[in-house]
């Protein structure tokens, strides 16, 4: 059974950083586009950030531009999201979610997404 686990999340002060950890001990990330999503209370789960499988390529959503960082280590089989200048409007819970893809190609909604984790806590206070 493939299995996602994020870590990393937890309580921060507006302006302050975190660094999210997705890994996978069973999933071959190389085969993988990966992406993170968030999803605050009583809203819908909105994009934050994807990587392609190679880790050549990224895009980010307009609200974390600048101050979000999405990697990679295949060897490892880790996706990161580096946070960075954190506001409230950034609490939510985030998901890694990984979508089998050898071409390159970048995946925005989640939808297309085969798997998913199971999330982890961001609360930024002001």
């Known amino acids: 059974q493939v299995q996602l686990v994020e870590s990393g999340g937890g309580l921060v002060q507006a302006g302050g950083s975190l660094r999210l950890s997705c890994a996978s001990s069973?999933?071959?990330?190389?085969?993988?586009?990966m992406g993170w999503f968030r999803q605050a209370p009583g809203k819908e789960r909105e994009f934050v950030a994807t990587?392609?499988?190679?880790?050549?390529?990224?895009i980010y959503a307009d609200s974390v531009k600048g101050r979000f960082t999405i990697s990679r280590d295949n060897v490892e089989n880790t996706v990161y999201l580096q946070m960075n200048s954190l506001k409230p409007e950034d609490t939510a819970v985030y998901f890694c979610?990984?979508?089998?893809?050898?071409?390159?190609?970048?995946?925005?909604?989640?939808?297309?997404?085969?798997?998913w984790g199971q999330g982890t806590q961001v609360t930024v206070s002001s």
């Open positions: 979610a990984a979508k089998y893809s050898t071409n390159n190609n970048f995946y925005f909604f989640t939808g297309p997404y085969d798997y």
């Open positions: 069973t999933l071959p990330f190389s085969n993988y586009a």
């Open positions: 990587i392609t499988w190679s880790g050549t390529r990224t």
